[in-house]
């Protein structure tokens, strides 16, 4: 396929393209990667921390592009093609496709073994989504942690705020 600016994704054989994101979608994913990153800085183990566009592999015929996830294993900075490891954790800020963001990957993630999603409502809301086959959820809006990142916890009220750049 030719190169593109746009989100592409192998869904069991099916070729899903979504737009480029807006510019409130990537501030807020910004400030999660920074945020996240800064607790891999302190984290004593080997982890990656990663964002879109980069292609991981979940299954046979289903390659996805979270919009950020977490390894907690090191990925090397010359790796090609697409990752191969399952993340711990996932990240879906919502787009216009809410369904295909907020059910179809939190399922395919759930299959694949992801342990964790966070998805990331603009509006000042994050669903976790835990346990077996991602299936317990709790909803935040004041302060996020996880179960899979020892010691990680973000304000929700400085991401979601329009000052906090």
Not at 39 to 62: E, I, M, N
Not at 148 to 160: A, E, M, T
Request: net charge positive; aromatic share 6%; with cysteine.
């Amino acid at each position: 396929m030719p190169e593109t600016m746009n989100k592409v994704e192998l869904l069991d054989g099916e070729v899903i393209v979504s737009p480029s994101p807006n510019f409130g979608h990537q501030e807020i994913l910004a400030r999660l990667i920074e945020a996240l990153r800064k607790w891999a800085r302190r984290y004593p183990h080997p982890a990656t921390v990663a964002q879109s566009p980069l292609d991981v592999r979940f299954g046979k015929g289903r390659i996805l592009q979270p919009d950020a996830f977490v390894l907690l294993r090191k990925i090397p900075l010359e790796h090609k093609g697409p990752i191969a490891h399952i993340p711990e954790l996932c990240i879906e800020v919502l787009s216009e496709n809410r369904i295909y963001d907020r059910v179809t990957k939190r399922l395919v993630y759930a299959i694949a073994g992801v342990r964790e999603l966070w998805v990331v409502d603009r509006a000042g809301l994050v669903e976790r989504w835990t346990g077996r086959g991602l299936n317990d959820s709790t909803e935040s809006r004041v302060r996020l942690t996880s179960q899979v990142l020892p010691g990680f916890s973000l304000d929700l009220r400085k991401l979601f705020s329009a000052r906090s750049r």
